[in-house]
């Protein structure tokens, strides 16, 4: 092999392998240095340069430096240099795959499924294959070779001369990344996607926010009659995105978080101790609120970071009321009922007088402060003396008149 054909080698492999020229060089040197070494019996300090523009081969050592035929190696020197060579060549294009896949985690890859290993799927990405397990495919997806597929990457490392690189499906920020496509305004960095929470293949939501007030983060992201986010479900099978907009008070967030159930701020409780919120909600939105096996309510906990907990108004003011001064409520304050007003009064106000405009009925009152009422005997009694409480109290002092009468 004159110099020609070995510049002509070197440019070979640097174009398929997309290895760098010079890396394919110093390997050539060190493969050539093994075999010369192995044909001549010297020592480490032997040193095989190669020219850079016309491909002659030099040899130093210990006496000077001189050129080599590398015809005359020989047969058993020629097969060192081969197999020391290839894998030289293997190992860099290895690193060359490394630092190219590295860069690309948590980013979305295309490629086409190839064949099952076991449980793993592996697909084709073009220089490389990847491997989709079992726990990072949606559960109800199914795929044939030659199907293809969208993954996100999310581990590369080295696995002896080859590169194991490892996808997911079931990773949060594939929702992101497919809004990063279907959506010119997060490309754009006009709209931000905050946080994404996800159940893969059930529900996910997702919380964003625009820097441009002109711009509708939740319309951008649904799109003219939802071409954006139909999109994204198809390519999610039909997964559901609850999206919604991101705020810096927790009280809205939660709010925003627990849709499609309807919430108002004032029943918002969060609790800075134990990092937990309770939510009051009306029994006909309770399981709305929750969800299905809770997910509603799993997934809101999650984007707000908050454990949250949801109670009816009787659960509620039933457990606080007990414990709390006249029925008050987690801030002191006495708790509303359903006319609006307040829940306790005053034992002085006129509504406890038995004044004909200011009755009340004390048993609807202890019902909302979680104890049982007893209504006052007299004349302030809802429904007022009858007969019947009259005859009891009278019995005692007609038998004690007939027992003088029959001691005398």
Known sequence: MNG?????????????????????????????????RKRLGVGEEL????????GDVTVEDEEGEYEIDLSELGRIAAQAVKQGFTQRVREAERDVLFEEYETRVGMLVNGVVQRYEGNDLVVNLGKVEAHLSKEDRVRG??????????????????????????VSRTHPDLVRRLFDLEVPE???????????????????????????????????????RGSRIKAVIDELR???????????SLETLVMNGLKPATIHLDNIYPDEDSHSVTVIVDEEQQSLAIGKRG??????????????????????????????????????SAPPT????????NDDSPQNEGSPGGQHDDSEQGDANGTPGEPEAGPSSLDGPNEGDAEPA???IESKAQEEGAGA
């Open 4 to 36: 020609e054909d070995l510049l002509r080698y070197v440019d070979l492999i640097h174009t398929n392998k997309d290895i760098p020229r010079e890396v394919v060089f110093r390997a050539l040197e060190e493969a050539l240095a093994a075999g010369v």
């Open 47 to 54: 040193i095989v340069q190669i020219d850079r523009k016309a």
């Open 141 to 166: 997806e199914t795929y044939a070779p030659g199907d293809r597929i969208r993954a996100i990457v999310v581990e590369v490392r080295k696995d002896g001369s080859r590169v194991r690189i490892l």
């Open 186 to 224: 997060i490309a754009d960095d006009i709209i931000e996607i905050k946080r994404v929470v996800r159940e893969p293949g059930y529900r996910t939501k997702m919380a964003v926010l625009s820097s441009d007030p002109k711009i509708d983060c939740i319309g951008a992201c649904v799109g003219v």
């Open 238 to 248: 039909g997964e559901r995105i609850d999206i919604i907009r991101w705020s810096d």
């Open 295 to 332: 997910q509603n309510v799993r997934l809101a906990s999650r984007l707000c970071g908050w454990d949250i907990e949801i109670k009816t108004r009787e659960e509620f003011f039933g457990e606080d009321g007990e414990g709390g001064r006249d029925g008050e409520g987690p801030d002191g």
């Open 338 to 345: 359903d006319d609006g007003t307040s829940g306790t009064q």
């Open 394 to 396: 009278a019995a005692p």
